[in-house]
């Protein structure tokens, strides 16, 4: 005899439930996603783990600079992101682009259309022996532009940079600062997406620093491209929306710039770093923290009305200010408190 099966309909309250729960793919609506991103490189034996689970997002729209100190691995997520490596895990993606399952034809295509490029070498970005407008126009020839309409977007880019004025000088006629605008125009000759740019500023003074950092901000706002810029200029973070910090590999922390207005009306720019949490829960601790309150190995956590502490493992005095407070205080394993909460009335002392 066969078993006669029932099949319930799902119920409202089911199929709400179920939507509720689907969370989807991390960053599905990002314009860029490294998630988990690990790069590994052997040298003579030795490996260097230059990122280590590396999660970043950037909207399509956005300006982002990052930084971090020498060694922290900017230039290698540069060279991911710009599909000139590969890395060794994780996943990363640029629009439609899946940069961890490209052949190498379609990263050639990526890199022809996609993204542009600023180096922080002005040499690697612009050819001598050519004029500003033949140096814009040279990728739209490439392209199979036509003549009058390559001559149309390069006078119109440098105009955009500010730099119209360099269109019949060489590289050799310009500044610095003059050449690496010129490079943005080039960058963005064949109408990319996205803009990276590595130390675009790394061989300039702070006056035209500012100029070229001013120009990444124009292209961002008056032509949409997306733009992330790699460099060490600590006045960077006046001319983006974001400023993401990198350390060991990983993002740390994160500048966000946010206008507020007033009572008077009055707008005025505040600044903001706050720390990131990674998908795995993780957090950087700033090493100055470390280092003031000798934090190292174990540490204990208390999960508090509103916020989280963090305390050294270190025997505590019954009656110490400042130690794990409340019911939530916990290992970051979650097992038993090894302090017990202090009395009310000391609580609210603190
Ligand atoms: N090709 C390579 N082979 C071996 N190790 C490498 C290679 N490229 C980078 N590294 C190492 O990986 C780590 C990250 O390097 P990376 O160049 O990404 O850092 P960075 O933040 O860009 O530094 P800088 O600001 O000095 O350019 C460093 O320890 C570096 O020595």
């Not at 810029?229 to 922390?253: F, K, L, M, N, Y």
Request: charged content about 25%; glycine content about 8%.
């Amino acid at each position: 005899m066969n078993a006669v099966q029932t099949v319930e309909e799902p119920t409202l309250d089911t199929l709400e439930a179920r939507a509720r729960r689907r969370t989807g793919d991390f960053g599905e609506h990002a314009l860029i996603v490294c998630d988990s991103l690990v790069r590994i490189y052997q040298s003579e034996g030795v490996e260097v783990q230059a990122l280590q689970g590396l999660d970043l997002l950037v909207e399509d729209g956005e300006l982002v600079a990052i930084v971090g100190a020498s060694g922290s691995g900017k230039s290698t997520l540069l060279s991911v992101l710009s599909g000139l490596d590969v890395p060794t895990a994780g996943k990363v993606r640029v629009g439609p682009w899946d940069l961890m399952a490209m052949s190498s034809r379609q990263r050639v295509e990526y890199r022809r259309s996609m993204v542009g490029f600023v180096w922080q070498q002005t040499a690697r970005n612009v050819v001598p022996y050519l004029s500003g407008t033949e140096n814009v126009a040279f990728p739209l020839a490439l392209a199979g532009v036509g003549r009058k309409t390559r001559d149309r977007r390069a006078a119109e880019l440098l105009d955009v940079l500010g730099v119209g004025y360099c269109a019949d000088r060489r590289p050799g006629q310009m500044s610095g600062g003059e050449q690496q605008r010129v490079a943005i125009a080039v960058a963005l000759a064949n109408s990319p997406q996205v803009l990276f740019a590595d130390e675009p500023t790394g061989e300039l003074d702070s006056a035209t620093s500012h100029d070229v950092l001013e120009g990444l901000r124009t292209v961002n706002r008056e032509l949409g491209t997306t733009v992330v810029v790699v460099t060490h200029d600590p006045g960077v973070s006046e001319h983006v929306q974001r400023t993401v910090a990198i350390r060991d590999g990983r993002t740390s922390s994160e500048t966000v710039r946010r206008t507020h207005t007033r009572d008077d009306g009055t707008e005025h720019v505040v600044a903001e770093e706050l720390a990131v949490l990674d998908r795995a829960g993780r957090v950087q601790l700033p090493r100055e923290y470390r280092d003031a309150l000798n934090l190292v190995g174990r540490v204990r956590l208390a999960l508090e009305e509103s916020h989280v502490s963090l305390w050294p493992d270190r025997p505590m005095p019954a009656r110490a200010p400042g130690r794990p407070a409340g019911r939530h205080s916990a290992t970051p394993t979650g097992a038993v408190p090894v302090v017990p909460a202090p009395p009310a009335d000391e609580e609210a002392d603190r």
